[in-house]
C-alpha cells in the first residue's frame, strides 16, 4: 500500500490549503487515515486523524481550524486548513493503518508535502 500526498505550497498567514493523500496498492481495507506534519528543528507530531466510520480526532493546536474528511470510495483523505499561521510550517506527511489483499497488517507513510505560512 502507498500513499501520494499533494497540495502543499506557500500560502500568506490567515490563507487556506487543502491537502489530499490518496492511497493505491493492492488495498483490503483502510481503518485510520490521517495526518502528521513536522515543523524544522522539531519532532513529527499528530495533526489529524479519521477511521473508515468517521471517528476525527485534532490536535489541540489545529481545532477549529482545520478539516479532515475521508473519500473511502476513492481511499483518499483530506486535510482542509484555514486561519494558517506561521508556526503551521511544516512538511505534513499523509498515514494510514491498512490490510492488504494478502492479510498483512500495513502502516504506510506519503513522501511529505511542505506548507510555508510566510507573508
Known amino acids: 500500500v502507498q500513499l501520494q500526498a499533494s497540495g502543499g505550497g506557500l500560502v500568506q498567514p490567515g490563507g487556506s490549503l487543502r491537502l489530499s493523500c490518496a492511497a493505491s496498492g493492492s488495498i483490503f481495507s483502510i481503518n485510520v487515515m490521517g495526518w502528521h506534519r513536522q515543523a524544522p528543528g522539531k519532532q513529527r507530531e499528530p495533526v489529524a486523524s479519521?477511521?473508515?466510520?468517521?471517528?476525527?480526532n485534532y490536535a489541540d493546536s489545529v481545532k477549529g481550524r482545520f478539516t479532515i474528511s475521508r473519500d473511502n470510495a476513492k481511499n483518499t483523505v483530506y486535510l482542509q486548513m484555514h486561519s494558517l499561521k506561521p508556526e503551521d510550517t511544516a512538511v505534513y506527511y499523509c498515514?494510514?493503518?491498512?490490510?492488504?489483499?494478502?492479510?498483512?497488517?500495513?502502516?504506510?507513510w506519503g513522501q511529505g508535502t511542505l506548507v510555508t505560512v510566510s507573508s
Open positions: 479519521i477511521t473508515s466510520g468517521g471517528s476525527i
Open positions: 498515514n494510514a493503518e491498512a490490510l492488504s489483499t494478502d492479510w498483512r497488517r500495513t502502516y504506510p
